[in-house]
């Protein structure tokens, strides 16, 4: 166990050190600012463009809602960036550039060296993505006064998604090259994405081919799934109105998959670890 | 005692190559054996199935009587590959921490003064690897190897990158380390290196285990060589004990004798002669 936190501090340490996390907290910095900008525009053009007393619909709702859908979004794809570029080269990548062999010979063993960086990436992703979606809803209720319906869970479905990100970055490290393995991984996230707007599209236009692709997206990625749970629980207390239009936008509503999804989620992760620590025993290391 | 090292019938195969085929090798405590033979013998894959890297086909490999790979094996061995790596922004202080926690060493800064001082890296205990040369790294690669005094110690190539004082300082810490029981798996290229230094060498050709012997073994008498008036002649199949007879016939038949020697095969003609 103490071998085990000596990694998970060690690749804490390397994850500080890499330029990465320098460009990605500039460029959280830098997007922040922006949404600060967007979001008091958006507020400001909005109330007067719809009133509330008229058709029964809150602007407010309806504009905090979608930018912060439209944050959560960012938030994610920022964090995919840093889970990705964090475990791209863990196994393979590292064993390629001779980094890897002097600590897997240690007696700590491959599988705690792999559950150890599994859990220093995920823990930095996870904290990153929770801090900013913080800061996004703080930003969005002191500005604009709206607040979502259950930041804690949307918080922590967002960064979920991100720790599965880093599963499968981890899982795919193990058998392509680092660079291989960033491109796959951000595929498949462009991918899982991808089928969660068509499947949007199909609860929207009533077409069940559209709806069964993002059923099965959000089994074989749930960090789909998780991301349009997390989008749903900010309005879950919206109805009438207002829970359709919200439906309509790609960021402002979704349907949400309550804790099966998280369970499921679980079961994946265990899965990929699974698949992960077996397949790195048996890997011959250059 | 089980041996520091034991490899029986080992065997690995990458695809349709086969890179190692049967070979069986001891290295016992306290004894420094070299691994000599040309690219791609099979010589770093015997190095990596020791060190649990890279999984056997057939045979197995064992460290101090627990199989290679197995957390006994690896708490007992020291390793340097030989296309090594350290991230360049710890120390080379922090490096020796790091790999001393993951050992289990209790050797603290005790340990890693000493391991710097033996390897010539004192003066760099607090300098970023990334600001040291490869030189500079390669000696830190083996106090590395070094932290928590494993009883086994694999070092692939360790002087590959070390100036000749370098290179020397290894010599020295080698024989040091024999001196104080530990067994040592040298592989390296430096034919002269390991007849300098080792006890017994094992040559590997082809992934194959062609000659192995103490360099004495393996050396044999190549004649006795004369430098008379008429130019050098040599003596083939001559011994030491025939060199007076050759030197009184010579002298009988009329000629200046200025020297005589008895020559034998250096390792390098055993080494040519056995992956030829």
């Given at each position: 166990m103490s071998q085990m936190?000596?990694?998970?501090?060690?690749?804490?340490?390397e994850s500080m050190r890499r330029k990465v996390f320098v460009i990605v907290l500039l460029l959280s910095v830098a997007f922040l600012g922006l949404y600060g900008v967007g979001v008091w525009r958006a507020f400001r053009d909005t109330t007067g463009f719809v009133g509330p007393d008229e058709i029964g619909l809150d602007p407010t709702v309806i504009t905090g809602a979608t930018v912060l859908g439209l944050a959560m979004f960012a938030t994610l794809f920022l964090g995919t960036v840093l889970a990705i570029f964090l475990t791209l080269g863990v196994v393979r990548g590292d064993a390629e550039r001779g980094l890897l062999q002097p600590l897997v010979v240690r007696p700590v063993g491959r599988s705690s060296l792999l559950l150890s960086r599994f859990v220093a990436a995920a823990g930095v992703c996870a904290l990153y993505v929770a801090v900013l979606f913080a800061i996004e809803t703080v930003t969005t209720g002191l500005i604009g006064g709206w607040w979502p319906d259950n930041v804690v869970v949307a918080g922590a479905e967002l960064a979920f998604a991100v720790v599965v990100v880093v599963a499968l970055s981890l899982l795919g490290s193990i058998f392509l090259s680092a660079t291989a393995n960033g491109i796959a991984v951000f595929m498949i996230f462009g991918g899982g994405l991808v089928a969660g707007l068509l499947a949007q599209i199909g609860r929207a236009i009533g077409s069940d081919t559209l709806r069964s692709i993002g059923r099965w997206a959000s089994l074989a990625l749930p960090f789909e799934a998780l991301y349009q749970s997390a989008?749903?629980?900010?309005t879950s207390s919206t109805s009438g109105f207002e829970r359709f239009a919200l439906e309509l936008g790609p960021f402002g509503g979704s349907v949400g998959g309550g804790v099966g999804v998280v369970i499921w989620s679980v079961a994946y992760l265990v899965l990929v670890g699974a698949v992960g620590l077996a397949a790195f025993a048996r890997r011959d290391l250059p | 005692m089980p041996p520091a090292l034991a490899v029986r019938g080992l065997?690995?195969?990458?695809?349709?190559?086969?890179?190692?085929?049967?070979?069986d090798l001891e290295v016992a405590e306290g004894e420094l054996v070299g691994l000599l033979g040309p690219n791609g013998a099979g010589k770093s894959t015997l190095v990596k199935i020791a060190c649990g890297l890279v999984r056997?086909?057939?045979?197995?490999?064992?460290?101090?009587?627990?199989?290679?790979?197995?957390?006994?094996?690896?708490?007992?061995?020291g390793y340097l590959a030989e296309l090594f790596r350290f991230p360049g922004w710890v120390s080379a202080d922090e490096l020796l921490v790091l790999h001393q926690r993951l050992a289990g060493s209790k050797g603290g800064a005790a340990?890693?003064?000493?391991?710097l001082e033996r390897v010539g890296l004192a003066e760099a205990r607090d300098r970023r690897i990334e600001q040291m040369s490869k030189g500079m790294q390669q000696r830190l690669g083996i106090a590395q190897a070094l932290v928590g005094s494993p009883r086994l110690l694999l070092l692939d190539e360790p002087t590959s990158a070390l100036d000749p004082s370098g290179r020397r300082t290894v010599r020295?810490?080698?024989?040091?380390?024999?001196?104080?029981?530990?067994?040592?798996?040298?592989?390296?290229?430096?034919?002269?290196?390991?007849?300098?230094?080792?006890?017994?060498?094992?040559?590997?050709s082809r992934g194959r285990l062609v000659a192995e012997g103490s360099p004495s073994e393996l050396s044999r008498a190549r004649g006795v060589e004369v430098e008379t008036d008429s130019g050098v002649q040599l003596f083939e199949g001559a011994t030491r004990d025939d060199a007076p007879g050759i030197v009184a016939r010579l002298v009988a038949e009329g000629k200046q004798v200025y020297g005589v020697r008895a020559v034998?095969?250096?390792?390098?003609?055993?080494?040519?002669?056995?992956?030829?």
């Open positions: 936190l000596v990694i998970v501090g060690y690749a804490l340490r989008l749903h629980v900010i | 065997g690995k195969r990458y695809g349709r190559l086969r890179a190692l085929d049967a070979v056997p086909t057939e045979g197995a490999a064992e460290i101090c009587g627990a199989p290679a790979g197995s957390a006994a094996a690896r708490r007992a061995l340990e890693r003064g000493e391991l020295v810490l080698l024989e040091e380390l024999r001196s104080r029981g530990h067994a040592v798996l040298l592989n390296s290229h430096l034919l002269s290196e390991i007849e300098l230094v080792c006890d017994r060498v094992a040559i590997i034998a095969t250096t390792l390098e003609d055993v080494y040519l002669e056995a992956v030829e």
